[in-house]
T-cell receptor, first 114, second 115 residues
Framework: SAVISQKPSRDICQRGTSLTIQCQVDSQVTMMFWYRQQPGQSLTLIATANQGSEATYESGFVIDKFPISRPNLTFSTLTVSNMSPEDSSIYLC???????????FGPGTRLTVT | AQKVTQVQTEISVVEKEDVTLDCVYETRDTTYYLFWYKQPPSGELVFLIRRNSFDEQNEISGRYSWNFQKSTSSFNFTITASQVVDSAVYFCALSEATGNTPLVFGKGTRLSVIA
């Protein structure tokens, strides 16, 4: 199965600052996605991270607020910009296993904005 | 549009009881994938099962079993002889037929197993 790691695992940030979350996957992964899970809620897709091109964002999410990069097949970053307390969530990276087509998730980044 | 509904927001059972978590889905696709994930208090998402819409056979894995009924668009999950370690939030999810698309998640069911 695909192995996905994220860092940082958690952070506490001040409003108005930005945080970049890194996601590293092994070579079995094709597609990569970023999700947000607000406290006590389900997972909501932020965007699909496209290798070497701009990410594809879902309704309600914009590039200026959540810039995403994927410079190669195995690495992606999500930045949460100009943070406010409403951005306090768990952010999860996921990858689609090339062989099994099962979607695996990273351990998540627990973000608290004060 | 795709949609996944988990009507049970919270369930509490006593250890060793059986418990069934319900999942109902909507999709216009004729082929699709269904998933169940477990999210323990630590927060990571643990993959439990993926089922192709063509495969309606029920599946059993240890104490876990899944009942897929295409006629009622349901994909229910049963835990037999529940244990405290089963306490978690369980998510049902759906993806398009290619399997190359992101998942649409239900709102999750929080299961508490009491010793």
């Amino acid at each position: 199965s695909a192995v996905i790691s994220q860092k940082p695992s958690r952070d506490i940030c001040q409003r108005g600052t930005s945080l970049t979350i890194q996601c590293q996957v092994d070579s079995q992964v094709t597609m990569m996605f970023w999700y947000r899970q607000q406290p006590g809620q389900s997972l909501t897709l932020i965007a699909t991270a496209n290798q070497g091109s701009e990410a594809t964002y879902e309704s309600g999410f914009v590039i200026d607020k959540f810039p995403i990069s994927r410079p190669n097949l195995t690495f992606s970053t999500l930045t949460v910009s100009n943070m406010s307390p409403e951005d306090s969530s768990i952010y999860l990276c996921s990858g689609l296993d090339r062989g099994t087509r099962e979607q695996y998730f990273g351990p998540g980044t627990r973000l608290t904005v004060t | 549009a795709q949609k996944v509904t988990q009507v049970q927001t919270e369930i509490s059972v006593v250890e060793k009881e059986d418990v069934t978590l319900d999942c109902v889905y909507e999709t216009r696709d004729t082929t699709y994938y269904l998933f169940w994930y477990k999210q323990p208090p630590s927060g990571e998402l643990v993959f439990l099962i993926r089922r192709n819409s063509f495969d309606e056979q029920n599946e059993i894995s240890g104490r876990y079993s899944w009942n897929f009924q295409k006629s009622t668009s349901s994909f229910n999950f049963t835990i037999t002889a529940s244990q405290v370690v089963d306490s978690a939030v369980y998510f049902c999810a759906l993806s398009e037929a290619t399997g190359n698309t992101p998942l649409v998640f239900g709102k999750g069911t929080r299961l508490s197993v009491i010793a």
